[in-house]
Nanobody, 118 residues
């Protein structure tokens, strides 16, 4: 059973920065696309950023040039560096492990709260 554990959330003022981390169990981490999603109260969960096993990245338009996703395969960890945070970034942030041929389902972390005050 693969497990994902997020950390790094918290309360920050607008314009501040946070770095989220997600540690995955298992050696197959390096093969998987990983993503960060967020869900604000009353809204659907949305993709924030993703990174493939080869390091290609994709970002939601509103976070481009502010957020950076990266990964350290040696530590089974994916990161989300968030700069110039805005109140509208307030949400619970979730890490996602995308399914593989040998892992036929997606996995999610438990979420970490990010609150940005104005």
């Amino acid at each position: 059973q693969l497990q994902l554990v997020e950390s790094g959330g918290g309360l920050v003022q607008a314009g501040g920065s946070l770095r989220l981390s997600c540690v995955a169990s298992g050696s197959i981490f390096r093969l998987a696309t990983m993503g960060w999603y967020r869900q604000a109260p009353g809204k659907q969960r949305e993709l924030v950023a993703s990174i493939t096993s080869g390091g290609s990245t994709n970002y939601e338009d509103s976070v481009k040039d502010r957020f950076t996703i990266s990964r350290d395969n040696a530590k089974n960890t994916v990161f989300l560096q968030m700069n110039n945070l805005k109140p509208e970034d307030t949400a619970v942030y979730y890490c996602k492990f995308y399914r593989l041929a040998t892992v036929p389902r997606d996995y999610w972390g438990q979420g970490t709260q990010v609150t940005v005050s104005s």
